[in-house]
């Protein structure tokens, strides 16, 4: 019997939340720049970073959110080259990311996972 394909999809409310924290430091540090500045209307920097991070967001949403990984045939592949589960070093989660890191030191990012740690579960479980 042929091995189940685990799918990995990246989740909206993972993305909105990231771009949602995204947003308020790109605020805080727009008016941080502006008050180092010496400018007067440092308030205009959190409408500036709202903007840029929202902008970002709304342009980025339809190609990040599509993106798929998958586990089949021993490999995890996604929009980069396939990666062997053997080749594996470490998987670790960074907020709702998860790091793959290969033996040779190649890192891969699966992007807004509604629950990394299951996403990182799978992953090792995969590898055994």
Known sequence: MADPVIRFVADRQAYLRNHTWMAAIAMGGAMAVLWALGNPYIWTGAPAG?????????YLASEELAVVWEISGGTLSGPGPRVPLNQIEMVRTM?????????GGDKHLIKYQADPAAT??????AMT
Request: glycine fraction near 8%; charged fraction near 20%.
């Open 120 to 125: 990182k579960a799978a992953i090792e479980r």
């Open 95 to 103: 907020g709702s990311y998860v790091q793959v890191i290969t033996k």
């Open 50 to 58: 709202l903007a840029a991070i929202a902008l970002r967001g709304w």
